[in-house]
């Protein structure tokens, strides 16, 4: 059915601010590229951790980004502050909960999703800087988990980092600079948690973003892989193939460059 001039006009001013930025910034064609690239069809739900692991750090992004705005980090005022977000504060139990249980699910997430990766073989050629970004990542996000603890500067929290400062410190050589450190002093202190404070809303987080923003473009860049039975993994002939009668599993004949 052709269009009414109006529906024309319509669909026009609806489309301009698209191509207006599609002029200046290509963006809505990558997000077409983005959204309608292939993945292999036998994809499985497995291959969903990613993705469950980088919404569990934006829940910690956002839930900390508010918490940030009723914490004090100083030993005088900092446990207070955090029974103030707990008792006072409106739905401040349910973003506190969220940001300590959601610690917790994370590193779990991050575990579960690294045991795939490793299952599937998907740290080998030409994925293994992803796996090592990875590894990178789960160091980074057991710091955060680390630095976070001393935050409600309670009793557990306390021991918890003298415990945590003074395993670091049995390192070989290094280990009483690392110690010295953390501590930001001979012991811990005001000085402790304003570091850790910082470390944790800050510096930690900043790292994580970078490598998130690195991981992701080697997966939009190298694809997913198939999970290990995939019948239509790639190096393996496709099940509906002419067989080729060799072993190199290639569905067509190669060429005479390749054999010669
Ligand atoms: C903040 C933590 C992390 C986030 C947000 C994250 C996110 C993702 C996402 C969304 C994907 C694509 C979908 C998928 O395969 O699930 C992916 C793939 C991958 N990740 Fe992670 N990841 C994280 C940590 C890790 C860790 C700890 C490792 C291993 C040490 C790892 C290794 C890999 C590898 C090798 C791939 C490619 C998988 C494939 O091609 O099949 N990642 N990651």
């Known amino acids: 059915m052709a269009k009414s ?9 609806a489309l301009y601010p ?13 997000t077409k590229w983005f959204l309608f ?35 004090k980090p100083d030993p005088n005022s900092a446990y207070e502050s ?31 999703h690294m045991a795939r990766t490793f299952l599937f073989g998907a740290y080998k050629y030409p994925r293994e800087l992803n796996w090592v970004i990875g590894v990178l990542l789960l160091v980074a996000g057991m710091a ?17 980092t ?11 050589f290094a280990g009483p600079f690392i110690a010295q450190f953390l501590q930001g002093g001979a012991q811990i202190g005001p000085d402790t948690l304003a570091k850790f404070y910082s470390l944790h ?26 999970p290990p039975w995939s019948k239509t993994a790639a190096g393996r002939p496709r099940p509906d193939a002419e067989p080729t009668g060799d072993r190199t599993g290639l569905t067509r004949e190669p060429s005479s460059e390749e054999t010669s």
């Open 82 to 112: 955090i029974q103030n977000i707990s008792n006072e504060v409106t739905l401040g139990w349910l973003v506190r909960g969220m940001h300590k249980w959601g610690a917790s699910l994370f590193i779990i997430l991050m575990f579960l």
């Open 18 to 30: 698209l191509d207006w930025t599609e002029e200046r910034t290509g963006l809505v064609g990558y």
């Open 144 to 160: 955060e988990g680390f630095t976070g603890y001393l935050l409600p500067w309670d009793q557990t929290a306390y021991w918890a």
């Open 37 to 71: 690239r292939h993945v292999p069809r036998d994809v499985n739900w497995m291959q969903t951790l990613g993705a469950a692991t980088l919404t569990a750090f934006l829940v910690q992004a956002i839930t900390g980004v508010f918490l940030a705005m009723y914490y």
């Open 5 to 13: 001039a109006r529906q024309a006009q319509i669909e026009k001013a």
């Open 162 to 172: 003298v415990v945590g400062i003074n395993i670091n410190a049995t390192a070989p």
């Open 201 to 226: 809303m800050l510096v930690i987080p900043g790292g994580i973003m970078a490598m998130i923003g690195l991981h992701m473009y080697l997966v939009l860049r190298l694809g997913v892989t198939s």
